[in-house]
Structure formats: C-alpha cells, structure tokens
C-alpha cells in the first residue's frame, strides 16, 4: 500500500448508507477544523477531511494563488485531480459511498473545481464562501447533482456576484444549485450549519 496523498481524518459515522462528509477547510485550517461543523451538520455520517497539500507562508491551502482571489490555474487542475484521486481511494476503503463535499473558502474553492473537472467522486456539494475556481467550464454534464453555494453578502474575500456566477455556470452545465445568500461576512455562522443539515438531510432521504 502507497502513503495516501493528503494528511486527514477519517471518522467512520453510525449509518454507513448516509454518505460521508468530505470536509475542506479554508487557508491556514486543517483537518481538525470543520470536524465539530461536520458534526453538526449530520452527526451519523462517515467523515474525511483531508489536509490541504499547499503552504502559503506556513498556512495549508487545497491549491496555490497569485494574490487574493486570483488563482494559479494549472495549479488548481493539478490539485483538483491529485484530491480527486485521493477521494476515489478513500471511497473505496470505506464503504463505496461517495462523499458529500462541505467546503468552506478555499475549500469550497477546491470543491467547485471538482465540480468542474471530477464531479463523479462527489454525491453532491456544500460550498461555504465560494467563487469561480477556474476561467471555464464545468467540464462535464452534472446531471442532476445536488449543489448548495451559500455566500455572505458582507463577505470581502469572495464577492456575491462571482458566486452568482459560479451558480449560473453550474446550473447551465445541468446541477440542481440552491443558492443562498446571508446577512453576513466570511466566516462560518450557525445559519451555515442550519442550512447544510437541511440540504445533506435531503440528499440522504
Ligand atoms: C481562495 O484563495 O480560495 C479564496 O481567496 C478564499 C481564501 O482566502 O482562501
């Protein structure tokens, strides 16, 4: 057996027929990080919450950026298929079920651009503060897949109308996106977590 490619957590849940969270940190988190949100969010599901594999100054990141909010593009590819990779052996070792991806920031950054290049790993996606990953696509038809964006409308890193766009481009190559907006910033707040719950319950049946 090869090392596998990400340092991470892996709890193994009470229901195995719920689908495991995939937890993606934002920069200079870890894989502790969003362990207590993904407990909130579905106490019974499987988690994995692999370690962004970047250092930008000492702080883990899921891919490199030139400045705030623009993006080292062949570096996002390159990092989206080396995670991609990573989840379909995870999902092999436990259980079979692909995961739900809960991303916040840059880790919803990286989870949009599964969506864009791999969007067969995932069984749907929670992007926390999220914008385009990449110039263009979706690469692939989404087929129905269940994706909810939730933005702050105060947030100064990533703006509302790139999400607005991120949501359009997903729904045109065929994803079912619920879009929600919340009077507030950055950062993760209990609405987050209420409305996560909401949609994985959904997903989960
Ligand atoms: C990114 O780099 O993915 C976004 O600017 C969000 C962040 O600051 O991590």
Do not use: W
Request: net charge negative.
């Amino acid at each position: 057996m090869t090392e596998p490619s990400f340092i991470h957590r892996f709890l193994p849940g009470t229901d195995t027929l719920r689908h495991p969270l995939l937890l993606l940190h934002g920069t200079g988190g870890n894989e502790d990080d969003l362990i207590p949100v993904g407990e909130m969010i579905d106490p019974a599901a499987a988690i994995l919450s692999p370690r962004g594999n970047v250092l930008e100054h000492g702080m883990p990141r899921f891919f490199r950026r030139l400045a705030e909010g623009v993006f080292d593009y062949p570096d996002v590819i390159a990092r989206t298929h080396e995670l991609a990779d990573f989840i379909t052996e995870q999902t092999i070792a436990h259980a079979n079920k692909k995961p739900i991806a809960v991303g916040f920031s840059n880790g919803a950054n990286i989870a949009a651009a599964l969506l864009y290049l791999r969007p067969e790993v995932l069984a749907g996606a929670v992007l926390i503060r999220a914008m385009l990953p990449l110039p263009t696509g979706p690469e692939h038809t989404l087929g129905g897949l269940p994706v909810m964006i939730v933005s702050g409308r105060m947030d100064p890193i990533l703006p509302l109308d790139n999400a607005k766009r991120l949501a359009e481009a997903l729904r045109a190559h065929g994803a079912t996106v619920d879009h929600r907006v919340l009077e507030t910033g950055h950062g993760i707040t209990r609405n987050d977590v209420d409305l996560a719950r909401g949609f994985i319950a959904g997903i989960n049946g």
